[in-house]
């Protein structure tokens, strides 16, 4: 799930990945979704990050549900596995019901923010703010039809294959990936 404790892990790895100076930093992603205000947060450190963050939706039978959306739309190249899924990122409550107006503002301020990631990355915006305002969904194939996705790749070594070369714009300038003979280190919570 995403909150304060996978915020932190996910600083922890780009401000490791930095200080290493890492090709990139691929965070797996398999989440039901979580809370708001760590998805803001690990958002922000994303769209701000000086080294390459790819979000990996894996392994198959994965989803970046709900919070996951805005997750993987932040990312510079955001990739799923077969088999897994995205959307239903709906605005919900863990305090009860909310009352209509809140509702609505819950879900006009996330449906905001997903159109403001999904144009920055120059993803399809207005899929995301559909995932926020109806709850869809997409397979893996359906999100890389539609421009949700940059690619769909069965395991790490393809996934780091197939964005050899990318030229990616980080916080810090433009960077190319050299990635073909990369390896990759994991960093525990």
């Not at 600083?11 to 930093?25: D, F, H």
Request: proline share 4%; glycine share 6%; hydrophobic share 45%.
């Amino acid at each position: 799930p995403i909150n304060p404790v996978a915020t932190d892990f996910i600083r922890r790895g780009i401000e490791t990945a930095k200080e290493k100076q890492a090709v990139c930093l691929l965070i797996r992603l398999n989440t039901p979704g979580g809370l708001l205000k760590s998805t803001r947060v690990i958002v922000g450190d994303i769209l701000n990050s000086p080294v390459p963050v790819i979000v990996y939706v894996s392994p198959s039978g994965a989803h970046a549900g709900s919070a996951g959306v805005f997750i993987t739309m932040a990312a510079h190249l955001a990739v799923m596995a077969p088999g897994t899924n995205i959307g239903a990122a709906h605005p919900v409550t863990t305090q009860g019901e909310m009352d209509t107006i809140m509702s609505a503002k819950a879900t006009n301020d996330a449906m905001a923010f997903i159109r403001s990631i999904a144009k920055k990355r120059e993803r399809n915006a207005n899929w995301g703010a559909q995932a926020v305002s109806n709850s869809v969904s997409l397979t893996e194939t359906e999100a890389l039809e539609n421009n949700v996705i940059n690619l769909i790749a069965a395991s790490d070594q393809e996934l780091l294959n197939k964005i050899n070369g990318k030229n990616i714009t980080v916080s810090s300038g433009t960077v190319t990936l050299q990635t073909q003979h990369a390896t990759v280190q994991s960093l525990e919570m």
